[in-house]
């Protein structure tokens, strides 16, 4: 009999809570999480109707007075009403869950007020580590600032800094992160205040906790928000700066004056918007808010390097960039947010070609815009990542050199960044030629199999090196994350899962198709359990996690079944399962897993009614793998799945936990 005693935890994520009776669990006590209760389930008790007495009472108490009860609850007096209201989906909640909110509200606010400086330091430290690509807050120019005003942005930002901290593992076991709010209620709490902040004269902290923000709700799948806050952002930002550097501002009451460590702060913030507006629109089909021409054009001084951010700098900032002529031929860790942003650049034209049909964009096929032809868009974009590659100093080149290294000097997850950054633009530009569902195991690569056909033969050799490079790319990204965790160095970013994403599927095609690669992924199956290893414990910190671990899954069951009984899906491309196609390339996870298995049914189906020659003595469905006999090979023996259950299929996947899934993908 199942037993209801379950942690909080597991019954919020809707897992099976494996436990003797007696905490900690063993998911708690593998993710070293204090605080392991168990209870058994609450039964709400039904209310009883209202009398036709209290009906007529309430009735006459609205006409009475014409304010509606959701909006009565208290709103803090440096929130704007009206924003309030829309800020939260709150209109059809009761007043008393309305008043928790704000004591919710006001519970993050006291905290603020209260909170240790060292506590402060601490999550700085933190998030700095953790997050490379907004290296933006300057410790003793923040700490100066929530000290001497504590002003409502000053403690906004911190709220977003504390919920992207509780974030990551390596402050689970640390008391004074268990000490923290809820994440959720400091982000509420930070897009409350910050409602009110927009409207008013721009601040460069203002601009942080909204980029913050949108690095917080992309990964907890907030996509709209995120999308807006950081378009908010790059506005505010644009305000600021335009009336910094244009002859005639029309706003003359910020001034141009600076010291040099808020000239810094300011142009890394910059650049900061601009990789936050290449990782938002990376991989969408939005436009991008604040492309490079524009950023040259405003004439935006170079990201600082890692000294000039930390003590400012004792020239004028340059207005070159990374790739600018008369900027230095090599560039080292000092430069590295330099690097990041150069790098996010052509990590976002590498997801727009691939977005916009890539090779299958008119005119793509054509002999001129074939891949290996010099000025083609996919060989230009091929020499712009290289180009990038070469300038940057030897010593930033993972495998040649270490994780370890670059811990010990404080740059272990930026050096981690770099190297991915080269490693996932690499992988998807070659992914792009490269058929989706291979004829057989054995296939080779020679190109498209699907229509629009390439219109000119590549030159010999020309599939083996690309093969080479897609597949290399993909273990490389599995073996730095997983040499970083060795390290003790937890990278939970979303850009990085979306990287370890990426890299366990290219694990998962080679594995099933070793032919193409040429059969020179042996460990292809040993690097992928590691990508799902880490994926599995990603989807318990960003919600991203679990539409990328279904993704996977599905895509295992269809090339398990392509490879071991080809018949139904022989003549199959990926036009025959494009929602899967479409997940695979997705920064922005959307869950689409019942279309992903209702396309791979239909296939089934659509050969079984095609080809059907019963044998004598057969029955009609003798031969055949059914769904359940496919999805039954997949999970270990003892688990007595019930097939029948209607709640099981297509939603097995979401019991994740209650399945041993590398032993799954080892049966297959």
Same mark, same amino acid.
């Given at each position: 009999?199942?037993?209801?005693?379950?942690?909080?935890?597991?019954?919020?994520?809707?897992?099976?809570?494996?436990?003797?009776?007696?905490?900690?669990?063993?998911?708690?006590?593998?993710?070293?999480?204090?605080?392991?209760?168990?209870?058994?389930?609450?039964?709400?008790?039904?209310?009883?109707?209202?009398?036709?007495?209290?009906?007529?009472?309430?009735?006459?108490?609205?006409?009475?007075?014409?304010?509606?009860?959701?909006?009565?609850?208290?709103?803090?007096?440096?929130?704007?009403?009206?924003?309030?209201?829309?800020?939260?989906?709150?209109?059809?909640?009761?007043?008393?869950?309305?008043?928790?909110?704000?004591?919710?509200?006001?519970?993050?606010?006291?905290?603020?007020?209260?909170?240790?400086?060292?506590?402060?330091?601490?999550?700085?430290?933190?998030?700095?580590?953790?997050?490379?690509?907004?290296?933006?807050?300057?410790?003793?120019?923040?700490?100066?600032?929530?000290?001497?005003?504590?002003?409502?942005?000053?403690?906004?930002?911190?709220?977003?800094?504390?919920?992207?901290?509780?974030?990551?593992?390596?402050?689970?076991?640390?008391?004074?992160?268990?000490?923290?709010?809820?994440?959720?209620?400091?982000?509420?709490?930070?897009?409350?205040?910050?409602?009110?902040?927009?409207?008013?004269?721009?601040?460069?902290?203002?601009?942080?906790?909204?980029?913050?923000?949108?690095?917080?709700?992309?990964?907890?799948?907030?996509?709209?928000?995120?999308?807006?806050?950081?378009?908010?952002?790059?506005?505010?930002?644009?305000?600021?700066?335009?009336?910094?550097?244009?002859?005639?501002?029309?706003?003359?009451?910020?001034?141009?004056?600076?010291?040099?460590?808020?000239?810094?702060?300011?142009?890394?913030?910059?650049?900061?918007?601009?990789?936050?507006?290449?990782?938002?629109?990376?991989?969408?089909?939005?436009?991008?808010?604040?492309?490079?021409?524009?950023?040259?054009?405003?004439?935006?001084?170079?990201?600082?390097?890692?000294?000039?951010?930390?003590?400012?700098?004792?020239?004028?900032?340059?207005?070159?960039?990374?790739?600018?002529?008369?900027?230095?031929?090599?560039?080292?860790?000092?430069?590295?947010?330099?690097?990041?942003?150069?790098?996010?650049?052509?990590?976002?034209?590498?997801?727009?070609?691939?977005?916009?049909?890539?090779?299958?964009?008119?005119?793509?096929?054509?002999?001129?815009?074939?891949?290996?032809?010099?000025?083609?868009?996919?060989?230009?974009?091929?020499?712009?990542?290289?180009?990038?590659?070469?300038?940057?100093?030897?010593?930033?080149?993972?495998?040649?050199?270490?994780?370890?290294?670059?811990?010990?000097?404080?740059?272990?997850?930026?050096?981690?960044?770099?190297?991915?950054?080269?490693?996932?633009?690499?992988?998807?530009?070659?992914?792009?030629?490269?058929?989706?569902?291979?004829?057989?195991?054995?296939?080779?690569?020679?190109?498209?199999?699907?229509?629009?056909?390439?219109?000119?033969?590549?030159?010999?050799?020309?599939?083996?090196?690309?093969?080479?490079?897609?597949?290399?790319?993909?273990?490389?990204?599995?073996?730095?994350?997983?040499?970083?965790?060795?390290?003790?160095?937890?990278?939970?970013?979303?850009?990085?899962?979306?990287?370890?994403?990426?890299?366990?599927?290219?694990?998962?095609?080679?594995?099933?198709?070793?032919?193409?690669?040429?059969?020179?992924?042996?460990?292809?199956?040993?690097?992928?359990?590691?990508?799902?290893?880490?994926?599995?414990?990603?989807?318990?910190? @960003?919600?991203?996690?679990?539409? @990328?671990?279904?993704?996977?899954?599905?895509?295992?069951?269809?090339?398990?079944?392509?490879?071991?009984?080809?018949?139904?899906?022989?003549?199959?491309?990926?036009?025959?399962?494009?929602?899967?196609?479409?997940?695979?390339?997705?920064?922005?996870?959307?869950?689409?897993?019942?279309?992903?298995?209702?396309?791979?049914?239909?296939?089934?189906?659509?050969?079984?009614?095609?080809?059907?020659?019963?044998?004598?003595?057969?029955?009609?469905?003798?031969?055949?793998?059914?769904?359940?006999?496919?999805?039954?090979?997949?999970?270990?023996?003892?688990?007595?799945?019930?097939?029948?259950?209607?709640?099981? @299929?297509?939603?097995?996947?979401?019991?994740?936990?209650?399945?041993?899934?590398?032993?799954?993908?080892?049966?297959?």
């Amino acid at each position: 009999m199942r037993s209801s005693l379950s942690c909080e935890y597991c019954r919020k994520s809707k897992i099976k809570c494996v436990n003797s009776g007696s905490p900690p669990c063993s998911k708690c006590e593998k993710l070293g999480r204090s605080g392991c209760e168990l209870t058994r389930p609450r039964v709400a008790v039904p209310l009883a109707k209202p009398s036709l007495k209290r009906k007529r009472t309430r009735s006459a108490a609205r006409q009475a007075d014409p304010v509606e009860p959701h909006l009565a609850p208290e709103v803090p007096q440096h929130v704007s009403p009206s924003y309030a209201v829309l800020s939260d989906p709150s209109p059809g909640l009761s007043v008393s869950r309305l008043s928790t909110q704000t004591r919710r509200r006001n519970k993050v606010d006291d905290y603020l007020a209260a909170i240790p400086t060292d506590v402060i330091l601490k999550a700085l430290n933190v998030f700095t580590s953790k997050f490379p690509e907004l290296r933006i807050l300057q410790p003793s120019l923040f700490i100066r600032e929530f000290q001497s005003h504590r002003s409502e942005e000053a403690k906004a930002l911190l709220a977003t800094v504390l919920a992207s901290v509780k974030k990551q593992p390596a402050v689970f076991s640390d008391t004074w992160a268990s000490e923290l709010p809820d994440a959720q209620d400091l982000a509420c709490y930070a897009r409350r205040v910050l409602s009110d902040c927009i409207l008013q004269p721009p601040k460069v902290i203002v601009v942080q906790a909204l980029l913050i923000l949108t690095l917080f709700e992309w990964g907890v799948r907030d996509f709209h928000k995120a999308w807006m806050h950081c378009g908010i952002a790059i506005r505010i930002m644009q305000s600021l700066h335009s009336s910094r550097v244009a002859p005639f501002p029309l706003d003359t009451s910020y001034g141009s004056e600076m010291d040099a460590l808020s000239a810094a702060v300011e142009a890394r913030t910059y650049w900061a918007c601009f990789i936050m507006d290449c990782t938002i629109n990376s991989g969408t089909y939005n436009p991008r808010m604040l492309p490079k021409p524009e950023m040259q054009k405003l004439k935006v001084a170079r990201p600082p390097t890692s000294v000039e951010f930390a003590f400012g700098s004792d020239t004028a900032p340059s207005r070159q960039i990374s790739g600018d002529p008369g900027m230095p031929v090599t560039l080292d860790i000092a430069h590295s947010f330099e690097i990041m942003a150069e790098g996010f650049d052509i990590n976002a034209q590498v997801m727009a070609f691939v977005f916009n049909d890539g090779r299958r964009a008119p005119g793509m096929c054509a002999p001129e815009n074939c891949p290996w032809v010099p000025g083609s868009p996919w060989s230009e974009c091929r020499k712009r990542l290289q180009e990038w590659r070469d300038r940057q100093h030897s010593r930033l080149h993972y495998p040649n050199n270490s994780v370890a290294i670059y811990m010990t000097l404080g740059f272990g997850e930026t050096f981690i960044y770099l190297n991915l950054l080269y490693y996932q633009s690499l992988m998807l530009i070659h992914r792009e030629y490269f058929p989706f569902l291979p004829p057989s195991a054995d296939t080779t690569p020679q190109g498209p199999i699907d229509h629009p056909l390439l219109e000119a033969e590549a030159p010999p050799g020309w599939w083996d090196e690309c093969a080479r490079e897609l597949f290399d790319s993909s273990d490389q990204v599995t073996y730095l994350l997983k040499e970083a965790a060795d390290c003790g160095i937890s990278v939970m970013t979303p850009f990085s899962g979306f990287c370890a994403f990426s890299a366990c599927f290219g694990s998962l095609y080679v594995y099933r198709f070793p032919g193409m690669n040429f059969g020179r992924s042996p460990k292809a199956k040993e690097l992928m359990e590691m990508g799902l290893d880490y994926l599995r414990e990603f989807q318990h910190i @960003w919600d991203l996690g679990g539409g @990328w671990i279904k993704t996977i899954q599905n895509s295992s069951l269809l090339y398990e079944r392509a490879t071991s009984e080809s018949r139904p899906y022989r003549g199959k491309n990926r036009f025959d399962f494009e929602v899967l196609h479409q997940s695979v390339h997705e920064y922005r996870i959307i869950d689409r897993s019942d279309l992903q298995i209702q396309q791979i049914r239909r296939a089934e189906r659509d050969a079984a009614s095609r080809v059907h020659v019963p044998t004598e003595g057969s029955s009609d469905a003798e031969g055949l793998v059914t769904d359940e006999q496919a999805v039954t090979n997949q999970f270990p023996s003892d688990l007595n799945i019930n097939l029948e259950d209607p709640g099981l @299929w297509p939603n097995w996947w979401s019991m994740l936990e209650e399945v041993d899934f590398a032993g799954g993908l080892t049966s297959l």
